[in-house]
């Protein structure tokens, strides 16, 4: 599959887009905070219909200002007009998930249906804000920046040097098995050369941060925000994961709610990396399902 880079205009900057191809009902994929629009690849690559996949403020490409976790779900509108996506399928992870559930309660009629991998606010609105406050909290921001070299500048003789270094650093961290490495383009996407002699990762930890910054209103990204929910969604979830809802919670709010689906599936945090074919599987039949509604078929389910 051949893919393009698209910047796309927004006040103060650009988000960056990846636009893989394809034909059909477009799927927009929105990673986790820390990573950028490559952490789809593996994915895009196998789903049999049009993909394209962000930069989030503050990561990889984008120039566009960083900006309150309530308030990005503007930025996935502003991507779904400026490419004329119809009605797309939003994959999400991790806290993404959050600004996507905003985003299908505050532009409905932009979405076709939304997935939750691994963040799916199922939760009540209490465990949602203990799970940004340990976000938030220091010593996670001191933790992320001596794992990853995020905002500390070390010195390589050149960037592919750097690169595999980083690479052995954190090989089987941050819940990926040892036999599943973080992709090389998704490290690459994030480097940064300071043109001293030395390279860190985007994005700052303050910039992570800031996707845990929520308003306490009715659209909090909890469980109670699905109350108002019309679009269809699917809610992926994977054991030993960073997801502050238990499956327990998963189940029980797709039992309230005809268009909320439960899926679990083995593995750890990031399938979209070590089971990339089982998400793609999921994204196919997710949009067969909004096609077959769209077109007077059988309701999803």
Not at 34 to 58: H, K, M, Y
Not at 241 to 258: G, K, M, V, Y
């Amino acid at each position: 599959m051949s893919s393009r880079e698209i910047a796309v205009p927004v006040p103060g900057g650009s988000l960056a887009a990846i636009d893989y191809g394809g034909t059909g009902r477009d799927v927009l994929f929105a990673h986790s905070p820390g990573f950028n629009a490559r952490q789809w690849d593996e994915v895009a690559e196998l789903v049999s219909t049009r993909c394209v996949s962000i930069d989030l403020p503050g990561h990889g490409h984008s120039t566009a200002p960083v900006i309150p976790g309530d308030e990005i779900w503007r930025y996935l509108v502003e991507v779904i007009d400026h490419l004329g996506l119809k009605q797309p399928l939003i994959v999400s992870h991790e806290m993404s998930g959050a600004v996507t559930l905003q985003a299908g309660r505050q532009a409905p009629e932009r979405i076709g249906g939304l997935m939750f991998i691994n963040g799916s606010c199922a939760c009540s609105r209490e465990a949602m804000v203990t799970a940004h406050a340990l976000w938030n909290g220091t010593e996670l921001r001191e933790l992320l920046k001596s794992r990853f070299s995020l905002e500390l500048p070390v010195p390589a003789p050149d960037a592919q040097t750097y690169l595999r270094d980083l690479a052995e650093k954190i090989s089987g961290d941050w819940w990926l098995p040892e036999d599943v490495p973080l992709p090389t383009p998704v490290l690459e996407r994030s480097m940064f050369d300071h043109h001293d002699g030395t390279y860190s990762l985007r994005p700052a930890t303050p910039d992570i941060s800031v996707f845990y910054s929520f308003e306490d209103t009715p659209l909090f990204p909890c469980a109670d925000a699905f109350d108002g929910l019309e679009l269809q969604a699917w809610l992926v979830a994977n054991e030993g994961t960073f997801e502050p809802s238990s499956w327990s919670d998963i189940e029980a709010l797709a039992l309230r709610h005809s268009n909320v689906h439960a899926r679990f599936l083995p593995g750890g945090h990031y399938p979209q990396h070590s089971t990339p074919h089982v998400i793609a599987r999921l994204v196919d039949e997710a949009v067969a399902e909004l096609d077959a509604a769209a077109t007077g078929g059988r309701a999803a389910g």
